[in-house]
Structures are given as structure tokens and as C-alpha cells.
């Protein structure tokens, strides 16, 4: 195996009613003073907004609320976080609901470990020295924040772009996790197929690494574990959302696809990732869903690189024959299976499923974006050029 | 999937020279003064012990250093190692070492942090609220100490008879792990084979639990991807003990298979291992050695519990057949694989290969201190009474 650091500190509580353990684990892990932080509406109307605050009283926790958190989290409403917070001498961020949710409360609770300095700087590389803690009481399976080391935030300049960024760091990740699978029986149907195909694209974005970084069995195995798991589970749970035996597999594998157990020793490639932010940016597109509007895309420009590895992800996860003959043919065969997958689940598979009318200048706008403010490549398993970027922004475009 | 608590926050530091970094590791993790803990003379002839030692010293670290713990490491070493913390002012415990002397540096820990206790009590139940952190350079691929829960401690009575209880509780984790493949090249083959006993024995006592706690995919595929690895890769590093990439699969396999990634809603077993411990502690033979001697008897002594899930064991990790008119033939064939390969990396499989002349009294009082202090019966898949662990000892001794 390669080298590899793997640090996953997070306190999972998964099963029925643990959101009941919220105000036990606040104290346990040293909060006085708590920020409720949600999104919309649905927390509320569900009553789990209700059972978290008992929670905190029960244990004495005081608190204040901030709502209004929306996908693609925007960076203004993280300023009003920080300034609230120093002004009610909040010490700990609860958030209550999906990725964006955790990625707001995790940027707060670097604002408040530095609070002479711009939140906004440390999605540009700023090493985090101090945090206030976070917590989690996940209500999406998707973004699998409640235990990875990611942060990524919107900021809507002042000539209405959106530039999108991430903060990749050790020291953000939660204190604990809360996942109590009941509490993601409720998303609408096209919010659970982004979050089994973001679930799918953190592993891929793992399993495709450099060659040289390859050669992890072990990650391999449970990368191809995950996957296959997923691929059982996510229509299953897709069709019957209150099924609590598919509901539990999804939540799961959504945590372990993004705390790194998928990538110890790959080096990572995550250029879907960035392909699909300046897509998410410019159209306010769910993220799941760029991911699969350009993965296949990704994939067929990519894929001489490395065609074996490509076909043992169509042998070991889809259980294609392998073609010893035309290794490719296997390779195309599983890139194939993962589309019609995504189309099942009701995701798109080009861009035009998701924005019609994109043209060359947007396309060419969105590839200097993506590789630009000290970038001069993306990926891994490929390293692509702006150029590069731009013909499979133009591939996914048909 | 059922519901379970998920924790596991050691910090990993895998792959060549990581010893390098334990000063910084240390200091990074609080330590202001550091007891060295090691084993035998080995630590010290390889280099290992200096590198450590000017690692530390780059960093200005202080230590004092108390070698010589043995396999089923000793309380009496334990006391001994809290008194000389206690005088010294360490307030960091660093084990180089495998599983025995990591057991024990978490045992003086656990005393450190509880001053006026006697450390044995916490081997009996009760809650360890605070102790001194524990650092690791592994040495041995085996015990998976270095991220689990769980302490093992021997003592020895006044009348020469042997003690072996355990402390399996979350405060007791590592801080940090290093893990240099290279640094388990040099072990005797007897001790490899014992190595990838235990962690198969792990992931085993783990996949074979009660049946009202089965039906965790996402656990069971992960279980199973540690034993084909340990399958693959096992007797490929005990032929060559030098091969990178063998002994780092087997490495990183010995972390997961007991840092619970493997058991996630599973209720667990662990009769083997307490069935086991009274043979270690009668005749102070190798741990992994007295997994294997006994398991093939256990496993066809509860098989009728639950025939099907032996059958999947068999299908998915050995790739045996299902023979769906005679599941217990597939389940049977799993067990002798297993028997097979246990024997094929020079384990024993039956009591008689590891002392012979064990005599019914002899099993009688296993039993009896098997299941005792507090415990009417042990493991999951099936309850063990007293008079079931007796019959265990005698189908193994044969």
C-alpha cells in the first residue's frame, strides 16, 4: 500500500431516536453555548427542530437559532453566523440537516477560531488553527460532511457570479455525527437520487487515482464495497424512502464513502468534483447531479490512461466479463452500466439534462474558472489542463 | 443496518520513516514528558529505539524508558510502570511495540489517570474517566491495539495461576498510530502466523454474531473484503517477510479488522478469544495460537444456530459453491477452509498442537474461570454456558 495518514475522530451515533442524545453529546463534548443551525422549513415541520431543542434544555444547554441555510451555501449568511455567534458567546455549532447545513456550521466554527481574520481566506489554502466544535444531526444522506474533512461554500460576488470553493482540512471535521436513519424518509425523490450519486462519486473520485498511487487491495475492496452497496441499496431506498433496512445501508455508505476509508493510499482525483462546481455555481445546479451530468464524460476522456483500471471497476463493482482480448471494451462496458444507473435513479447524464442552451463561451468561462486562482491542472487519475476541462464541459454538452 | 456508536480517533501515520515523526506527534498531541515502552531486545538492536529516541529529542521532548514487556503482558510490569510515571512527571505513555506492550502502555495510562485506584479494578467494569494518552509505533501486525478499545492484561496470583482480563472501553484508544510497514520485516515466522491469525479472528468474531443483530451489508462486505486481503496477502508476507506490499495490506487489515470499521451494528461474539485466554493464561501460549486451536470446534458446536450465515462466509469469502439443498454442506466447507489455511500458515487447529496432555480437569477448570467473575455465559451467535464452553475444550482437544 502507499503512504497514507487517515484521521477520522467523529463519534458516530447511528439507529432510532438519537437525536433524543443530542444535549448529552454537546456537553460531552464541551459546549456551553449552542448555535442551532438549519435549513429550511422541513426541520421544523418534522418536530426534529423541537426534539433537538428538548435535547439541549434537558441538559441545560442554552442556545440560539440560525436558519436559512440554502444549497451551495452562500458565504454571507456564514458572516451573520460568526457575528451572532461572538455576540451571543456561542462556543459550539449544531447543525441540524444535509452537507450544506455541515459546511455552513463548519465554516462558523472556523470564523470563530479566528475572529480577527476573513473566514473566506481559508477556502484558498489558510491552515485552520483553531475551531469552535461542530456537531451533526444529519437529516440527507449525500454529502457525507458529518464526518469528512470538507467545507465547501458559495460566495455570490457583487456582479452576481458565483464563485464556489473548498476548505480540505483535518482540523473541520465534526465531534460527532447523529444519524438516525428515520430522519431521511421525508427528501423529495430528485434530492435522494443527488445524494446516492454524490454518495457513488465520492468513491469514484477516490477509486480513480494516478497510476502510481494505485496498488491499495484493501482500499479497493472496501471503495468496491461501498459502491456495490450502494448500488443494491439506492434504488431501494430511492423507491420506498421509509424503508428503514435501505435507509440505514444508504446513510451509512454515505459516511464511509468521504471520511477517506474509501482512499487510503490513492491519491484522488476529485476533477468531476471541480467540473461540477463551476456547473453548480453558474446554474445553481444540485450538486449531485453535475457530478453525473459530466462524470461519463470524465470517463471516456480519460480512460487510456489507465483502461485496466477502468475495467476492474467494471469487473469487481458492475460484474462484467472481463475481456482479456479488448480490455477496453470491458472498461467502456462498465462506464456504460454506471450511466444507465444514474439514468435510473433519475439523474442526468449531460449537461443539457440539467441546463439547456449552454454555450461555447460559457462553457470556455466555466473551464477558466475551474482552473484558475493558482491551479494550473485539476485531477488525478488524469491531470487535465483548461483545455482539457473544456472539451469535456463540450463532451457532456450533447 | 442496527444501531450502534461508531468511534475510532487515532490518528493514522502510515508508510515508510513514519517513526520520524513521533516527536512532532507527541508534542502535537500534548506530550510534555514521554515514558518509552517497549518489549525485548529487539526494539533495540534493529535502531528502531533510537530513532525514536531522536525524534523525541528533536523536539525537545524529555522520557524515561521501561522496557521488557512480555506476551500476555504482566500487571506487576504495569504498577511498576505507574510508579515510575508518577515520579518522573510523565504525563504520555509511547508503546513501541505490538499488541502486548500497547495493552500495557493503555493499562498505565488508565493508572495515571486514576492516581488512587488500583488500575485491576478498570479490567473489571469499572468506567475509566481520564487517563494519560497513549501513543504507538507499531511493530506487530497482529493485535490491532493500536486503534482498538481494548486492553488485555495477565495477572499473575500468588499461587502461579494466570488472570487474563480486558478493558474494552472508547477512553482508552490511542492518540496516534505510526505504522512503517518495514518495521514488522524482522519477526519469527511462528509469530507472523499468530499475527494473521488474530486479525482474522477479529473480523470473525465480529461476522459471527447474534442473528436478531445480522443484516448489516455495508459491515458484512467491509468484514469480508479484510479476510480475502488476509487471505491473499497473509501467506505471502510470512513466506516473505520483506515484501512492502504484502506486510502493508497485512498492516492496515490489522487496524481495520479491530477498530470495529468490521463490526458497525453487529453484535459481536468473542467466545474464541475468552475461550482462548483461559489456554494462554493456563500454559502462556501465543494469544493468536489459541484462536485457532479452538475455533474449528467452536464453529461446529454453534453452526445449527444459524446455518445460513456460515454459508455465506463460505460462498463470499472462500468462494466455495452454495448448495442450496444442503446449505450445511456450504457451511461445512467454509469451516475447513478455514481449518486448512490456519494450518497452512503453521497454526495449530486442535488444543493437543499447542500443549498436549490437557486432561478433563484441566478443562474443567478452564471452563469454570472462563465463565465466571460475573458472567453466567459468553459470545453472541450462540450463549455459551459453562458446560458449553467444557464441551468446546474437549472437541478441540482431540
Known amino acids: ?13 447511528f439507529g432510532k431516536g438519537g437525536e433524543q442524545q443530542v444535549g448529552a453529546l454537546v456537553k460531552k463534548w464541551g459546549g456551553k453555548k449552542v448555535l442551532l443551525h438549519y435549513g429550511g422549513k422541513s426541520a421544523e415541520k418534522s418536530g426534529l427542530l423541537d426534539r433537538v431543542k428538548a435535547s ?5 444547554i442554552p442556545f440560539v437559532s440560525l436558519g436559512g441555510v440554502q444549497p451551495n451555501p452562500r458565504l454571507s449568511l456564514i458572516y451573520e453566523g460568526i457575528e451572532l455567534c461572538k455576540a451571543e458567546g456561542v462556543d459550539f455549532i449544531l447543525a441540524v440537516g444535509g452537507g450544506s447545513t455541515i459546511d455552513s456550521a463548519k465554516a462558523i466554527g472556523v ?19 483553531k475551531m469552535a466544535p461542530v456537531g451533526v444531526v444529519l437529516t440527507i444522506a449525500a454529502a457525507g460532511s458529518e464526518t469528512s474533512n470538507s467545507s465547501v461554500v458559495t460566495k455570490v460576488e457583487e456582479d452576481g457570479t458565483h464563485v464556489k470553493r473548498s476548505i480540505d482540512q483535518d482540523a473541520i471535521r465534526p465531534k460527532f455525527a ?5 430522519l431521511i424518509y421525508t427528501l423529495p425523490k430528485y434530492q435522494i437520487g443527488c445524494g446516492i450519486a454524490d454518495i457513488i462519486m465520492h468513491t469514484l473520485e477516490r477509486y480513480f487515482s494516478a497510476a502510481e498511487t494505485l496498488g491499495n487491495d484493501l482500499t479497493d475492496r472496501i471503495a468496491e464495497s461501498v459502491l456495490k452497496t450502494m448500488i443494491q441499496y439506492g434504488p431501494q431506498y430511492l423507491a420506498t424512502p421509509d424503508d428503514y433496512k435501505a435507509a440505514s445501508e444508504v446513510m451509512w455508505a454515505g459516511s464511509i464513502s468521504h471520511n477517506n ?11 468531476t468534483h471541480l467540473i461540477g462546481h463551476e456547473l453548480s455555481a453558474r446554474y445553481d445546479a444540485a450538486h449531485g447531479a453535475t457530478l453525473t451530468a459530466v462524470w461519463g464524460a470524465w470517463a471516456r476522456y480519460v480512460m487510456s490512461e489507465n483502461v485496466l483500471r477502468f475495467a476492474q471497476y467494471a469487473v469487481n463493482v458492475w ?10 471494451r470491458t472498461a467502456l462496458a462498465g462506464i456504460a452500466c454506471t450511466e444507465k444507473f444514474f439514468a435510473s435513479i433519475g439523474m442526468p447524464i449531460n449537461i443539457p439534462q440539467i441546463q439547456s442552451g449552454v454555450t461555447e463561451e460559457d462553457m470556455a468561462a466555466m473551464a477558466d474558472m475551474c482552473v484558475s486562482r493558482g491551479r494550473t491542472a485539476i485531477g488525478g ?18
Open 1 to 13: 500500500m502507499k503512504s497514507f495518514d487517515f484521521y477520522s475522530p467523529t463519534e458516530v451515533v
Open 56 to 60: 439541549l434544555k434537558a441538559e441545560g
Open 111 to 129: 470564523g470563530l477560531g479566528h475572529p480577527d481574520e476573513d473566514v473566506w481566506e481559508f477556502y484558498f489554502g489558510k491552515q485552520v488553527q
Open 178 to 182: 447523529v444519524m438516525n436513519p428515520e
Open 261 to 271: 476509508m474509501t482512499g487510503c493510499g490513492n491519491g484522488g482525483d476529485f476533477a
Open 319 to 328: 460484474g462484467c466479463d472481463f475481456d482479456s482480448a479488448d480490455p477496453e
Open 381 to 398: 487519475f488524469k491531470k487535465l489542463s483548461r483545455d482539457d476541462v473544456y472539451n469535456i464541459y463540450v463532451a457532456a454538452n450533447r
